[in-house]
């Protein structure tokens, strides 16, 4: 029997806000354990909890992104339930009436187009943090309320999604626009993004759905994709041995590679869910909604569009450039100081994305050169004084000495050679000293043609000049045979 996977996300993003969201204690991360608490965050008696509107702006800001219809007016709700890390015994969310309803992401996988719908989108605090590891030697749990009363949407989506693979791109996907939109800032080992997947499996052509596990607190798209091949093979194998899928709630171990059952969930838990009393209806007036909307950046898939249609690129150089509002941008300030967009693109994507690593900074730091100043090398690319792979050095010396592209080019010798006697002898040194690839070559060989060519830059220091280096390269090996 063959079987179909079912899967829906609930994925949880704190909100980007230097305060809670009922108090005025930071959400900086990494404080010490229990520094960053209040009589509100740690649900003191007589404590009431005043609403954080930035954090309801940039609520309003990720619903209309994912596509949602904003509710006028939505209810924060009292869960309840029991759990060391929750120290008022409930946890403040939304629930019969969230911020927001019926949205979609569409993303690529395996070059198709899929499109997942948005359940809801809802505001809630989150809980503290149970710290096990460290403490073996007397068995206790200590916990930390410092994430206490952090600010949180929980973006619930359909279950739309078929496999493994589609999951962790959709994960990606609703990362990449949250981080764009400066709303959460994508850092999953701290915790400030993870997510929760529901899981099941059913007879291929049955409509109802089959008994789903849900894997919880996921933090990487790699782990997700991993817990929910692992989930969906052993689901597979209980049906087809005879058993039941039992619903439950189970943890992924990264180090064995599989989920772990957690506890039981064969009915569903009773939260007792009312209206929190100490806060009134959230009210999302259309002119609040509107402001919000105009102030938001051009989405990530609308600018790769543009980017493809305005400066002929190719798809996989826009979703590069487009990887943040701050490379886009460079993108676009450096076209616009040069207009050369595929030479741009390149030298974006290779030699200074290759720096930014390296170098373990950012587009926005100090130490990168500004998109006028690079699109000195763009100038001299396109007009043959140097080669690209030349580029590569030019740029690191601007990084190290703060001088302009021309400059360096001009001090350091780099400009590149172009006159034809003087590359036909680098050829023809190349050609006697590499004979075997020469043999090979006559002998049908083709790929030692980049062999050699490589070996001419090699002599020449990068600086020949790339086609006519092939060309000279290829009547010389054509003569010599």
């Given at each position: 029997?063959?079987?179909?996977?079912?899967i829906?996300?609930?994925?949880?993003a704190?909100?980007?806000?230097?305060?809670?969201?009922?108090?005025?204690?930071?959400?900086?991360?990494?404080?010490?354990?229990?520094?960053?608490?209040?009589?509100?965050?740690?649900?003191?008696?007589?404590?009431?909890?005043?609403?954080?509107?930035?954090?309801?702006?940039?609520?309003?800001?990720?619903?209309?992104?994912?596509?949602?219809?904003?509710q006028?007016?939505?209810?924060?709700?009292?869960?309840?339930?029991?759990y060391?890390?929750?120290?008022k015994?409930y946890?403040?969310?939304?629930?019969?009436?969230?911020?927001?309803?019926?949205?979609?992401?569409?993303?690529?996988?395996?070059?198709?187009?899929?499109?997942?719908?948005?359940?809801?989108?809802?505001?809630?605090?989150?809980?503290?943090?149970?710290?096990?590891?460290?403490?073996?030697?007397?068995?206790?749990?200590?916990?930390?309320?410092?994430?206490?009363?952090?600010?949180?949407?929980?973006?619930?989506?359909?279950?739309?999604?078929?496999?493994?693979?589609?999951?962790?791109?959709?994960?990606s996907s609703?990362?990449?626009?949250?981080?764009?939109?400066?709303?959460?800032?994508?850092?999953?080992?701290?915790?400030?993004?993870?997510?929760?997947?529901?899981?099941s499996?059913?007879?291929?052509?049955?409509a109802?759905?089959?008994?789903?596990?849900?894997?919880?607190?996921?933090?990487?798209f790699?782990?997700?994709?991993?817990?929910?091949?692992?989930?969906?093979e052993r689901?597979?194998?209980?049906?087809?041995?005879?058993?039941?899928?039992?619903?439950?709630t189970?943890?992924?171990?990264?180090a064995?590679g599989?989920?772990?059952?957690?506890?039981s969930?064969?009915?569903?838990?009773?939260?007792?869910?009312?209206?929190e009393?100490?806060?009134?209806?959230?009210?999302?007036?259309?002119?609040?909604?509107?402001?919000?909307?105009?102030?938001?950046p051009?989405?990530?898939?609308?600018r790769?569009?543009?980017?493809?249609?305005?400066?002929?690129?190719?798809s996989y150089?826009?979703?590069?450039?487009?990887?943040?509002?701050?490379?886009?941008?460079?993108?676009?300030?450096?076209?616009?100081?040069?207009?050369?967009?595929?030479?741009?693109?390149?030298?974006?994507?290779?030699?200074?994305?290759?720096?930014?690593?390296?170098?373990?900074v950012s587009?926005?730091?100090?130490?990168?050169?500004?998109?006028?100043?690079?699109a000195?090398?763009?100038?001299?690319v396109?007009?043959?004084?140097?080669?690209?792979?030349?580029?590569?050095?030019?740029?690191?010396?601007?990084?190290?000495?703060?001088?302009?592209?021309?400059?360096?080019?001009?001090?350091?010798?780099?400009?590149?050679?172009?006159?034809?006697?003087?590359?036909?002898?680098?050829?023809?040194?190349?050609?006697?000293a590499?004979?075997?690839a020469?043999?090979?070559?006559?002998?049908?060989?083709?790929?030692t043609?980049?062999?050699?060519?490589?070996?001419?830059?090699?002599?020449?220091?990068?600086?020949?000049n790339?086609?006519?280096?092939n060309?000279?390269?290829?009547?010389?090996?054509?003569?010599?045979?």
């Amino acid at each position: 029997m063959d079987f179909e996977t079912v899967i829906g996300l609930e994925i949880h993003a704190h909100l980007l806000t230097r305060t809670k969201i009922f108090c005025g204690c930071s959400t900086v991360f990494g404080a010490a354990p229990n520094a960053q608490v209040c009589p509100v965050c740690l649900g003191l008696p007589g404590a009431l909890p005043v609403l954080n509107r930035h954090a309801v702006d940039l609520a309003i800001k990720a619903a209309l992104a994912l596509g949602c219809d904003i509710q006028s007016e939505s209810v924060f709700a009292r869960k309840n339930y029991f759990y060391p890390d929750l120290p008022k015994g409930y946890q403040i969310s939304q629930y019969e009436h969230p911020l927001a309803l019926r949205g979609s992401v569409a993303f690529h996988v395996g070059g198709e187009r899929r499109l997942v719908a948005i359940t809801r989108v809802h505001m809630e605090e989150d809980a503290g943090k149970s710290q096990h590891e460290g403490f073996a030697v007397d068995g206790r749990t200590r916990v930390d309320f410092n994430r206490s009363g952090v600010p949180l949407i929980e973006i619930v989506s359909e279950p739309d999604m078929r496999s493994a693979a589609e999951a962790a791109e959709f994960f990606s996907s609703v990362r990449a626009v949250l981080v764009w939109l400066g709303v959460n800032d994508g850092n999953m080992e701290e915790g400030s993004l993870r997510c929760d997947a529901n899981v099941s499996v059913r007879p291929v052509g049955q409509a109802r759905l089959g008994t789903k596990a849900e894997v919880k607190n996921v933090n990487s798209f790699r782990f997700l994709e991993k817990a929910l091949e692992y989930e969906i093979e052993r689901q597979v194998d209980v049906l087809r041995s005879g058993g039941s899928v039992r619903q439950e709630t189970r943890l992924w171990d990264s180090a064995t590679g599989c989920t772990m059952s957690m506890r039981s969930k064969e009915e569903a838990h009773d939260y007792r869910y009312f209206p929190e009393p100490d806060l009134p209806r959230l009210v999302a007036d259309s002119a609040r909604v509107e402001a919000i909307r105009v102030s938001m950046p051009e989405l990530p898939d609308a600018r790769r569009a543009r980017f493809a249609a305005d400066y002929g690129l190719p798809s996989y150089d826009a979703g590069v450039l487009t990887q943040s509002v701050e490379l886009a941008d460079y993108f676009e300030r450096l076209n616009a100081a040069c207009e050369h967009p595929k030479t741009n693109s390149n030298l974006v994507m290779g030699p200074l994305l290759q720096l930014l690593k390296e170098r373990g900074v950012s587009i926005i730091d100090a130490i990168v050169p500004s998109p006028e100043r690079l699109a000195g090398i763009t100038r001299m690319v396109e007009a043959g004084t140097i080669s690209y792979s030349i580029a590569k050095d030019v740029l690191a010396n601007m990084v190290e000495t703060r001088r302009d592209a021309d400059a360096i080019v001009a001090s350091e010798g780099l400009a590149q050679i172009g006159d034809e006697d003087e590359v036909v002898e680098i050829v023809r040194s190349v050609i006697v000293a590499n004979a075997k690839a020469v043999a090979q070559y006559h002998a049908g060989k083709q790929t030692t043609f980049g062999f050699l060519v490589g070996q001419i830059m090699k002599a020449s220091r990068g600086k020949a000049n790339p086609t006519l280096a092939n060309t000279l390269l290829r009547r010389e090996l054509d003569d010599a045979k």
